[in-house]
């Protein structure tokens, strides 16, 4: 109700809910103890509502993944990367069984990631000459 009412305004989450602006400022503000049944059934509605809403935009908008924005463009250039990295490694005493592991999932990932964004880079502007 918290971040509701720090999104929008005290008296627009108000109206929604069916309680006054002051009624549920105090309820923020913690005051309140507990507000009449009608008002905390309107409150949850209101949450599931948003929360539902933020759900389906998460959904909608693609984003590229972790691995993608950090290793190189291009999928063999990023295999290479990771290849490369857990071969420094490997050449440490250090390195531990879990490695192979690692480096398996690490490229399990970075293929999950190019096949669900195909073309996820932003198109590059030509320069006029």
Request: zero cysteines.
């Amino acid at each position: 109700m918290h971040q509701l009412v720090l999104d929008t305004s005290l008296r627009d989450v108000a109206a929604r809910v069916g309680l006054g602006h002051e009624a549920l400022r105090k309820y923020v503000n913690g005051t309140t103890e507990r507000p009449h049944q009608r008002s905390l059934r309107a409150m949850g509605q209101l949450y599931n509502e948003r929360q539902a809403l933020q759900a389906k935009e998460r959904a909608t908008v693609p984003t590229a993944g972790q691995l993608k924005l950090l290793l190189p463009r291009g999928m063999e250039e990023a295999t290479a990367a990771v290849r490369e990295v857990f071969d420094a490694i490997r050449g440490t005493r250090k390195a531990g069984a879990y490695a192979d592991d690692m480096e398996r999932f690490l490229l399990r990932r970075l293929e999950e990631e190019y096949a669900s964004e195909e073309g996820w880079a932003p198109a590059r502007k030509r320069s006029r000459k």
